[in-house]
């Protein structure tokens, strides 16, 4: 095993990670950014306001998104249990 392959699969590793999580991420921001935003103009400072809105968009952005997800991280565990015999030579 050399350091090219090991740095190659943590690259990809890293890859899909940021691909698996960003769905869910950038659903959270843009909802938090948005009732943040209406918090500041009507001045209501209320916790379940902003955590409510956050909790439903993840929930739908895991739902519209997880079949992709799914498939995404097995490809790259088939992908990785594919390159075991050439990594142990």
């Not at 740095?7 to 843009?30: E, G």
């Not at 950014?33 to 993840?58: D, R």
């Not at 998104?65 to 790259?76: A, C, E």
Request: charged letters at 10%; hydrophobic letters at 55%; proline letters at 3%.
């Amino acid at each position: 095993m050399t350091d090219s392959a090991i740095l190659d699969i943590a690259r990809q590793t890293m890859f899909v990670a940021l691909q698996l999580s960003a769905p869910i991420l950038v659903t959270s921001l843009v909802i938090g950014f948005a009732i943040s935003l209406f918090q500041a103009m009507t001045q209501i400072q209320e916790f379940t306001l902003s955590f409510v809105p956050k909790v439903i968009g993840v929930g739908v952005a895991l739902i519209v998104s997880g079949n992709w997800m799914l498939h995404t991280l097995m490809d790259f565990t088939v992908d990785l249990f594919d390159r075991v015999p050439s990594l142990l030579s």
